[in-house]
């Protein structure tokens, strides 16, 4: 048929242009023959006729009949052309003859169809191009001709084929490649003629119909192909009233119309057309052979009327454009207005011409808005014409009862949404509101086949990405326009829902529409724009709310927060409607609190509330603007001010009024509110009325007849003469036009104006008055936000519909029986979590969670015997576990109380048996491997081999990833005997798991954000419940445990954020075992699990390391049969504690807590010697003894000293950890020393010089042990460090305390054991005593220079001498020691020599009387008498005095020293051993 391709607009010629195009021509010669052969043709044809056979006769002369000679003078020129170019000849030579022949009505179908075969063949041989000689006279004569057609019809099916050909023709018309010639006027003949074919077609045969739509279908594609080439053309177009079909002639149009006499009898030619009638005067020809002509004047797409499209003559004369794009698309629209006025005959099929005209026409629509595109926005009238005559007819289609006229209303709606919506903006909320919306939920009567097919459509809606964020940018956020989005998303919802019915097509469609809309938004995530914080919007200030604009619709830095601040000034308002319904003067109050109306309330604004808020009682609205108060009144103009009345009826006017409240009973208030109605209306439509009484007289006339018309208790109606009788000289004192009311009447009489409007907002249909105040309120809107792939808005968005949508999409999982719907909803669940996680809607992660694991079954009681079987077989329970533990491990940094759910699960899987027992009890083993692992692959433990004897009975292995080995390597050693189909179910269900990597979770625990973390911390505690004192059941201990590993695990896995567990961890584990009296594996792991974080985060965690310690506080309040039991092992894990970190315990209240520990230990004969190893880890040369400890640590050596568990050697051995550590305190002094100044060295000397006392004190007890060993080893240490402090400063007074509290104080408790208890009890009570006396001598003889300065060594002197005195007259076993009376003479000699070589001990006056010389020699002659002749020989006494006297003055120093010289105690020691 020619070639397809139409060229894109004439181009330039050059100088080389006709050689190429010869190069795609036959050669002339063959052109010429080409042609010769269809002159032949046709003659050969003719010549078959006896009428073209013989000669006609003119006068006396014989001729050749016309037509024959003009085809034998073309052959005589066609063979002499080869020496011209073919371009350069006109076309019109070579085609003339043939289109004569077309035109002829005395030639029949045959030679008709024979010519219009040889201009088809010409036309396809592209001979001719837009640069040939005169080509546009050239086709412009084709048109013309094949347009006229005439021929004599003989039989039908001749008749059919010259149809088919004349199709043909007109189609190679516009395909060739000089079509860009033609001129509007014929391109609209063309496709004319093609109409009418299609028309007639209906009478004719099949094949004939479907050509006839065919070629239609095809020229309306070539033509609007078009568009795009062309430029605008808006400057162009005028506003005459040109009928182009009666200025520009006939143009080959003939009245006569008839396809032959077997047409009137068919009554599918009978239909008229609105404004452009199909013939309707038929009448058969006169003659015999009928003759047929293709046009009528009645179907020319030329339109005349008040709806026409007028070009300037010359436009429709130029080369086709947009003027010929308009016609004919005003023609197919018009094509959708004919059918409300048709008039079918007897015999017609009323279903199927109802669907079909429309359904050819919206396909030819679709066709052109197809090709048409975007570039349609750059013509004027033919967008004005999508958007108010086609758009109104496709909200009319739309409610069709035929799903395929409704199926291609909603193509091109998709077809326009994707091309024009930003011209299209409350068009495309009309018709989902009063279409889609209507049907798809089944209301008002919509049938089944309806409800599918505009369910698929918007679907097919929700599947353009942009889509939705469009309908919420644009209408939800819009408060003039209602809530799309949210109305089609609660649609999806509810329509997914299989109420009390099995799962259906239908269902599973929504379901994939509300899915379709969740992708979008994830795959949006990506593309970046994803705001973390979402600020709430806030209204500081009174703003009118009906004036906020935005600075800029095009970047979404000012349309973003303009559209959240309208969508929060919008949900205010409904709000306050909602406050306002219950009680109007609270619900404006309302409003003033949040900015929306002035502190003092303005006419204007009340006035903007009522007009532009959805949702408010009508009734309420109605009696406030019909009150008398004057701001009432004045709120009524304000608002009747906010109508645009302009260019409308007045019946239109007063519908749209009385829409928006509720007009109110009494007739003051009624005349009030149409008086304000009137002077609004007349202020912008004053074209007939005179004045505003006139329409205010005429608006009252019209309520009367509604009333009259549509009350069923006015039984006599009034007439159209008695209304217009009644309106007689209001305008003014004259008569208004009679058509005029007329046309006022029929239209109430035959639709009723309500005045009790519908409450609320609803889907209200599209009246013909609602689209005419749409079509003004287009003009003033805003404009179009046209969305991006970003995520802007999404988070408000998913915050609307994400509950109806996890809940629609759970109901159709849970009814779902195929694999493939559950995937989709699995799909659907994971798209939801994603968007949840990323704009950080934590509520609807968790609700999302809980709705999951309903499904996975885990949560049921189990009522099946072999429940690891059941969820092996239920596909259903498996896909929901594993998205489960999917968006756990994915998503858990924002799961909150989901968590719970999530562990009731891990719980469930673990009694069954297929988590092993101890799933995380050493989750913290691998916390230090997981720095080497890729993050979200687990370590497989070397334990892979371990298996399970049988899946319901799990076994223990070391190692939390060792544990998931052993689960899935659960398969390797099945029982053989177990049935095939058991085994699969166990794979299956060990597959699951696998899938699950639920150790994922804990051991990734670090990388949670805290708040989550805190979360599952805290659902590990709840799961594990309360502990109860002595009640609990074996299964509730095992849970209980389970959890506390876990809890245990992340808090290893956690340590830098510790801070965040550590509060509920310790609250845990101190009321298990508070609450604990018999020993379990519950406080076993408690106890343990402390044990071991402490142990593993001292190191990182020195600002908490004392409440780390602290805690370990709660091991001392086991009750004592808890701690007997696990003393053992508490020991160790505390030695081990203490050896790994005891350089990271640097406070009292640590070591306090330790030493408390290892004081405990001491007593309990298993433990004692691995606490004992502890301290001599601390102790052993000083090596961990701090300030901080050294007390604690002295106190905690003195009670394994005295504790009588372990050995005597192991005493005697925490006996000189004590005596060693002197040397701790001497080296502490000389560190100070070199590093401190003086006040910090003083206040240091006097804490050292307290733990020496402490110390020394310490061992005073000791050495009143039973064990001879222990008490005398005690003796000999506490000697050595009284007489080993050289190097600490020791204040005089603190060695008088010494003196009393220790020194003293031991001796006389000694005295006391010796003589009150039995030999039995203290063997050899006489050594110690002699060491004790031993011990007071030299410590004494040490000090006596610096103590003998002292004021009160009187005093002390005194105490020594009594304690000798006593230890003389001690009796042992009954008798005095010889040994005693033996030693102490002689240490008491010692220490007289001494005293006397230092000149302490001298007779100093006689007179006077001296205390000390006195008081000596009174204890001494008690003990020895003898020796004051021993130690003073017989000498004059004055004059030993007098010599004592000289020799010493000198010796007592002025000042009083503080630490003894070692060399001079040595000095003494060694005289008085020599």
Not at 458 to 468: E, P
Not at 1122 to 1129: I, M, P, T
Not at 1132 to 1139: C, D
Not at 1359 to 1365: A, D, H, P, T, Y
Request: proline share 3%; with cysteine.
């Amino acid at each position: 048929m020619g070639r397809l391709k139409l060229q894109a607009g004439i181009n330039s010629i050059d100088e080389e242009e006709p050689e190429e195009c010869d190069a795609s021509y036959p050669n002339k010669t063959t052109l010429a023959c080409m042609i010769n052969s269809e002159i032949g043709a046709v003659l050969a044809v003719m010549r078959r006729n006896v009428r073209w056979g013989g000669r006609y006769m003119s006068g006396d002369d014989q001729l050749e009949h016309s037509l024959i000679q003009s085809f034998k003078a073309l052959r005589r020129q066609i063979f002499s052309w080869h020496h011209h170019q073919w371009q350069a000849i006109n076309p019109a030579l070579y085609l003339q003859p043939f289109l004569d022949v077309i035109r002829s009505d005395e030639t029949g179908a045959a030679i008709t169809g024979v010519a219009l075969s040889s201009v088809y063949k010409i036309l396809t041989l592209d001979v001719s191009d837009q640069n040939t000689a005169n080509v546009d006279d050239a086709m412009h004569l084709v048109v013309d001709a094949v347009t006229s057609c005439r021929f004599e019809v003989t039989d039908p099916s001749s008749e059919e084929v010259v149809l088919v050909k004349i199709l043909q023709v007109l189609l190679a018309c516009m395909k060739s490649k000089a079509s860009v010639m033609l001129s509007n006027q014929h391109v609209c003949t063309i496709v004319n003629t093609c109409f009418r074919i299609v028309h007639q077609a209906g009478t004719k045969g099949e094949v004939l119909q479907q050509i006839a739509r065919y070629t239609m279908h095809e020229l309306v594609r070539c033509i609007f192909s078009h568009l795009q080439d062309v430029g605008n053309t808006d400057h162009a177009l005028v506003n005459g009233r040109a009928n182009l079909k009666q200025e520009t002639g006939t143009g080959g149009l003939n009245n006569e119309y008839a396809f032959g006499s077997r047409q009137l009898e068919n009554g599918s030619l009978s239909s008229e057309y609105d404004n452009q009638s199909l013939p309707t005067n038929l009448a058969p020809n006169a003659a015999t052979g009928v003759t047929a002509t293709v046009m009528d004047e009645n179907t020319a797409i030329a339109i005349s009327g008040k709806d026409g499209v007028h070009f300037d003559m010359h436009l429709m004369t130029e080369p086709y454009g947009v003027p010929c794009m308009v016609e004919i698309f005003h023609f197919l629209c018009s094509l959708l207005n004919v059918v409300e006025h048709m008039e079918m005959g007897p015999r017609s099929n009323t279903v199927a011409f109802d669907e079909d005209v429309p359904l050819f026409a919206l396909t030819l629509i679709n066709s052109a808005i197809e090709l048409g595109g975007p570039s349609i926005r750059r013509h004027p009238r033919l967008l004005s014409l999508i958007q108010d005559e086609l758009f109104h007819n496709l909200m009319q289609f739309g409610l069709s009862m035929s799903p395929l006229i409704l199926s291609i209303v909603c193509s091109i709606v998709l077809n326009l949404y994707h091309n024009l919506r930003p011209e299209l903006k409350l068009q495309i909320e009309a018709f989902f509101s009063c279409v889609i919306l209507r049907l798809a939920q089944g209301r008002y009567g919509a049938s089944y086949q309806q409800q599918e097919v505009a369910m698929e459509a918007l679907v097919d809606f929700c599947r353009q990405k942009t889509f939705m964020v469009d309908m919420y940018a644009n209408f939800d956020c819009d408060i003039t326009c209602s809530n799309v989005f949210e109305d089609l998303a609660n649609l999806l919802s509810r329509s997914a829902f299989p109420v009390n019915c099995p799962l259906s097509s239908m269902h599973i469609l929504a379901l994939d529409g509300l899915i379709a809309v969740i992708q979008g938004m994830a795959e949006r995530i990506a593309n970046g724009s994803v705001s973390s914080e979402y600020s709430p919007v806030n209204l500081e200030e009174y703003t009118p709310f009906w004036m906020v604009k935005c600075e800029n619709y095009n970047d979404p830095n000012h349309w973003v927060p303009f559209s959240r601040r309208r969508k929060y000034i919008k949900r205010r308002l409904m709000i306050g409607a909602d406050h306002f319904n219950r009680d109007p003067k609270k619900g404006l109050e309302f409003l003033q609190g949040t900015h929306l109306l002035p502190d003092k309330l303005d006419p204007q604004s009340v006035a903007c509330f009522f007009r532009y808020t959805a949702g408010l009682d009508k009734n309420l609205v109605g009696d406030f603007l019909g009150n008398h108060d004057e701001f009432c009144v004045q709120v009524l103009h304000e608002f009747a001010g906010t109508f645009d009345f302009q260019d409308m009826n007045l019946d239109t006017a007063l519908r749209l009024f009385l829409e928006t409240f509720r007009l109110p009973g009494e007739s003051q208030k009624i005349h009030r509110v149409l008086e304000a109605f009137s002077e609004r209306y007349y202020e912008q439509s004053p074209h007939i009325l005179a004045n505003k009484d006139a329409a205010l007289v005429l608006s009252y006339s019209m309520i009367m007849l509604n009333t009259d018309q549509h009350n069923v208790q006015v039984k006599k109606k009034m007439t159209e003469e008695d209304f217009i009788r009644n309106n007689r000289h209001i305008n003014g004192g004259n008569d208004l036009p009679r058509d005029f009311l007329s046309e006022i009447y029929h239209s109430i009489c035959k639709n009723e104006i309500r005045t009790t409007p519908e409450q609320g907002v609803g889907f209200p249909e599209m009246t013909p008055s609602r689209w005419i105040d749409l079509m003004h309120k287009s003009r003033k809107t805003a404009p179009f936000i046209v969305s991006d792939s970003k995520a802007y808005l999404d988070h408000d968005m998913f915050a609307i519909m994400s509950g109806p949508t996890i809940a629609a999409i759970s109901v159709v999982f849970d009814h779902a029986e195929h694999e493939e719907v559950c995937q989709t909803c699995v799909d659907g669940f994971l798209a939801v979590a994603k968007i949840s996680a990323c704009h950080h809607l934590e509520d609807v992660l968790d609700d999302l969670v809980v709705s999951l694991c309903k499904f996975t079954t885990l949560l049921n009681p189990s009522l099946v015997e072999e429940p690891v079987l059941a969820f092996g077989d239920d596909m259903k329970a498996r896909m929901a576990t594993v998205t489960v533990f999917t968006i756990a491990n994915r998503y858990g940094d924002y799961i909150r109380t989901g968590w719970r759910n999530i562990l009731d699960c891990i719980l469930r899987l673990h009694k069954l048996g297929l988590l092993p027992a101890r799933v995380a009890s050493d989750a913290a083993d691998e916390s230090e491997l997981s720095a080497e692992t890729v993050h979200g692959k687990p370590i497989v433990n070397s334990l892979s081999s371990a298996h399970l004897q049988s899946i319901g009975t799990p076994r223990r292995s070391s190692g939390l990833m060792g544990r998931f080995s052993q689960l899935l390597s659960l398969d390797t050693e099945e029982p053989r005997s177990q049935p095939t189909e058991q085994h699969a179910a166990h794979q299956r269900t060990l597959n699951t798991i696998e899938k699950c990597h639920i150790d994922s979770i804990f051991t990734e625990s670090k990388f949670l954000q805290a708040e989550s973390l805190l979360q599952l911390a805290r659902a590990l505690i709840w799961a594990a419940g309360r502990p109860q004192k002595g009640n609990s059941t074996p299964e509730d201990e095992d849970t209980a445990v389970f959890c506390l590993e876990l809890l245990i695990a992340i808090t290893l896995n956690n340590r830098d954020r510790i801070g965040i567990l550590w509060q509920g961890v310790y609250e845990h584990i101190s009321n298990i075992v508070q609450s604990t009296v018999m020993p379990c594996a519950l406080v076993e792991k408690a106890v343990f699990g402390l044990l071991r974080i402490c142990q593993r985060l001292l190191p990182y965690k020195e600002n908490i390391a004392d409440e780390l310690l602290r805690s370990l506080q709660l091991v001392l309040k086991l009750d004592a049969r808890v701690a007997d039991a696990y003393c053992e092992q508490i020991t160790q894990e505390v030695s081990r504690l203490v050896k790994e970190n005891a350089s990271h315990i640097r406070s009292q209240l640590g070591w306090r807590t330790i030493t408390s520990l290892l004081s405990n230990i001491a007593r309990h004969i298993e433990a004692s010697e691995a606490g004992f190893d502890a301290l001599l880890f601390i102790m052993s040369d000083g090596a961990n003894l701090v300030p901080a400890n050294y007390v604690l640590c002295i106190d905690t050596a003195r009670q394994f000293a005295e504790s009588r568990v372990g050995q005597a050697e192991r005493s005697v051995r925490a006996l000189d950890l004590m005596a060693g550590s002197v040397s701790c305190l001497a080296r502490w002094t000389t560190e100070a020393k070199e590093a401190m100044v003086e006040e910090q060295i003083s206040k240091l000397s006097q804490d050292i010089g307290e733990m020496w006392l402490r110390l020394v004190q310490g061992l005073r007890k000791v050495c009143l042990d039973q064990r001879e060993e222990v008490r005398n080893h005690a003796l000999l240490s506490l000697q050595r460090c009284l007489t080993g402090a050289d190097g600490i400063y020791l204040p005089y007074g603190l060695w008088l305390q010494c003196f009393d509290l220790v020194i003293f104080t031991v001796l006389d408790d000694l005295l006391e054991i010796a003589q009150g208890h039995s030999q039995k009890d203290y063997r050899n009570m006489e050594g110690t005593l002699i060491l004790a006396m031993k011990l007071l001598s030299k410590v004494f003889l040490q000090l006596l220079p610096d103590l003998s300065q002292l004021t009160t060594f009187c005093k002390l002197w005194l105490g020594v001498l009594s304690r000798m005195e006593k230890y003389t007259k001690v009796k042992v076993r009954g008798k005095r020691s010889e040994k005693l009376q033996e030693t102490v003479p002689e240490l008491l000699k010692n220490s007289l020599i001494v005293m006397k070589m230092r000149g302490i001990l001298v007779q100093r006056s006689a007179l006077g009387g001296d205390s000390l010389w006195e008081l000596t020699w009174l204890h001494v002659n008690n003990i020895s008498p003898s020796l004051q002749l021993e130690v003073f020989p017989e000498q004059d006494s004055e004059h030993l005095q007098h010599r004592q006297g000289e020799s010493v003055g000198g010796l007592v120093p002025d000042n009083l020293g503080s630490v003894p010289s070692s060399e001079t105690g040595n000095r003494v020691d060694d005289g008085h051993c020599g």
